[in-house]
Every structure is written in C-alpha cells, then in structure tokens.
C-alpha cells in the first residue's frame, strides 16, 4: 500500500519472465545471435526459451527492465516507495512475476490480458557476455486506457517522478507520451532509458517524440552509438553524443536535461544541458566476483533513480547507480542481496561503509559507533 502522498517513482515498461542460462558459441550460432545484445524475438528463435530450459539448468527471475530497475530503487528507499505498471496474461508465469515484487516490497498494477501467455526474455551467458532475445506476449497488449483509468490516473497524479524503459516505445506510445505530457504539465520528473541499440534504430519516430519531455536520460555506450547513427552526427565520441542529446529541445524548460551514458567499467558520463561534461569513476569489481553482468544496466539506473527520489546530488545518484550495479552482477541476473536475519547487521555495517564511500565523507569513532547500533537495532 502506497504512503498518503503516494508512490513517488511510477515505472512503467514490459514484465517478462527471464530465462537464463548458461551458453555457448555454439548456442549462439544455432539462434543467430550475438554474444552480447538485446532483440526481439522472431520465430527462428521460439525455440530458445525451451531449450534453456531443459538443456541448460535456466533460473527463472522476475524481469523486464524497467521492472529490473523498480526492484533496484525500492531496495533502496523507504518501503511502498515504487510502483511499476505493465501487462501480463492471466497466468501462473504472472503469479510468479507478482509474488517475486511482492516479496522485493514494489507494488504492481498489471494490465491482465485473457488472450497472450505472460511475456518471456531468454539470456544466454557466455563468460560476462549476455544476449537476450525477448518474447513480449502480453506486455506487448499494453493499453492507454489502463493507464488513464480511475484506479491508475490517481496514483500517476501522486507520483513525483515517472521512469520509462525504452523497449516499451514499442508497445504503447500513447501511454508514454500521456506520462511525458504530464510530467510537463505538472513540472514532474521524467526519466527515459534509450534499452538498446535497436531502439534508436528501428524506433527512431517514437525515440524523437519523447526526447523533448525528457529530464534525464539514461543509456550505454552502444545505446549512443546507435543514436549518432540514426541522427546522422558525424562521430562516434560518446561524450559528445551526449552533449547532441542534452541540447534537444526540451518542453519543461524549468530544469536542464540531464544524459547518463555508462560505459561499462569505464568512467559514466554525465552531461547537463549546457554545462562541461564530467566524467565519473566506476568503483572496481574484483573479476573473481562477478557472477553475471546482465541487468547491470537496469540496477544502475535503480540505484540512479533511489538517489533522485531522495533528492541527492547528481553526481551522488550516480554513485548510487554504480553501487547497485556492482552487487548485481555478484549475483546471477539481476538481483540485490537477500536479507536474511543471520546475515543482515553484516551486510547494514557493508553498506554503511559504501555509503561512506559514496560520500566521500568520514565520521568520528563515536559518530560510527552509534551508526552501527541503529543498523543492529534493525535486525
């Protein structure tokens, strides 16, 4: 149940059911895929789920993107802090789907369509490659209507700060746009993530429209690349593609944009409208523990999101967005530590000190001691 005033980040986007498992070259021949990339899927690739399945010891994990990044932010803030929004069908897939964000404390609104089974990626890890082809089913029925509708409209009012995964520009752009169109309106906080590279690609018109309404956007190296090549700027440097898309037209003039481009362990980005590029330092991950890189991307933007809710520095939000992702990918998929009762003081003194690290800043003995009785007492 939502606080008096609301959730304060709504996320909207595809839910899927993702399948991973591990792969090979030869699995990756078989399906016509890239090690590491994100389609979607054709019938040459139906087969794939299955054969995860049963030929590849798969874990099933509660995904989608944009969904992915929910759980990340509510991990983070105060619970019923988040609210994610989606279709699925009317099945058990969706049950699984609904009790995984349940247990992660983010409350759902699904759209349940009678007619397409709930909606599937299958992920093929290859080393700390992933590539992912999805099946969108059900998320594909999303509708307006759903959206605007008495239940819904309310709680999209209550909100402060919207937050769109690129994929869903191609289910429903209607409903991107109403949430674009009243973040304007209402002078409210509208984040989009660029996904993927196809997305500025084959989705280009829709990719355009909502750009003006956007106050942040969030996006990978690849995602830029494929953006310049779509737009036709004559370069290939990362920073100023973002400086390209920090300078759009932007309909909400009371705040400047602002571009997040990840780079993998490479420095993030961050442009604002007008100002010098700055260029922060991702915290190292020792190789022997990283599990899984897949949905690094949509914990960072999770951890990113947590820290404009909270309303902290940019460049802290960004710390917190790297954070998160360095302990989604010590574990397989994107997932964030449990927190069972023998081990949760452990882990409040861990990420106590990573707080600290994030900002920079050192307390007293005394001041440190009192810090770690507070996390005790939460056990």
């Known amino acids: 149940m939502a606080s008096k005033g609301g959730y304060a980040l709504l996320c909207l986007e595809n839910p899927l059911l993702d399948i991973q498992g591990q792969g090979d070259a030869a699995m990756l021949e078989k399906y016509g895929l890239k090690p590491n990339d994100a389609i979607l899927a054709e019938e040459k690739h139906m087969g794939i789920y299955d054969d995860l399945l049963h030929n590849r010891d798969a874990k099933l994990i509660a995904g989608g ?33 609904r009790s995984a964000c349940d247990a992660a404390g983010l409350h759902t609104e699904y759209l349940i369509d009678e007619k397409q089974p709930t909606g599937r990626c299958g992920v093929v890890i290859t080393g700390h490659d992933r590539s992912m082809v999805t099946h969108l089913a059900a998320a594909n029925e999303y509708k307006l209507a759903h959206l605007t509708s008495p239940t819904i409209w309310p709680l999209v009012q209550q909100a402060r ?27 409210k906080v509208f984040v989009l993530n ?10 280009k018109d829709p990719l ?13 190296e690849t995602e830029a690349a494929a953006y310049a090549e779509s737009h036709g700027l004559e370069t290939k440097d990362v920073g100023k593609i973002a400086e390209q898309i920090a300078g759009l037209r932007k309909v909400n003039g009371k705040r400047k944009r602002v571009v997040v481009i990840t780079q993998g362990t490479e420095e993030t980005l961050v442009q604002v409208q007008g100002e010098e590029m700055k260029g922060l330092k991702v915290h190292d991950v020792p190789k022997a523990e990283i599990c899984d890189t897949t949905g690094a991307g949509d914990a960072f933007a999770g951890g990113f999101l947590a820290g404009l809710v909270e309303a902290k520095p940019l460049e802290e939000a960004v710390h917190m967005g790297q954070w998160l992702a360095s302990l989604s990918i010590r574990e397989l998929g994107p997932q964030y530590v449990n927190f069972s009762a023998p081990s949760r003081f452990h882990f409040s003194v861990d990420r106590l000190h990573m707080w600290l690290q994030i900002s920079n800043s050192y307390m007293s003995l005394p001041a440190m001691n009192i810090a770690l009785l507070t996390a005790h007492s939460t056990l």
């Open 65 to 97: 993107a944009a969904q992915n990044t929910a759980r990340g932010a509510q991990y983070i803030l105060p619970p019923s802090s988040v609210l994610y929004i989606g279709c699925v069908g009317a099945d058990s897939t969706a049950d699984t789907l």
């Open 161 to 187: 700060i919207y937050y769109v995964g690129g994929f869903h520009l191609t289910v429903c752009v209607p409903a991107v746009m109403a949430l674009a169109e009243e973040a304007a309106k209402e002078d």
């Open 194 to 203: 660029l996904s993927a590279p196809f997305i500025p690609q084959f989705f």
């Open 208 to 220: 355009d429209a909502v750009l003006p309404y956007c106050d942040y956007v969030i996006g990978n």
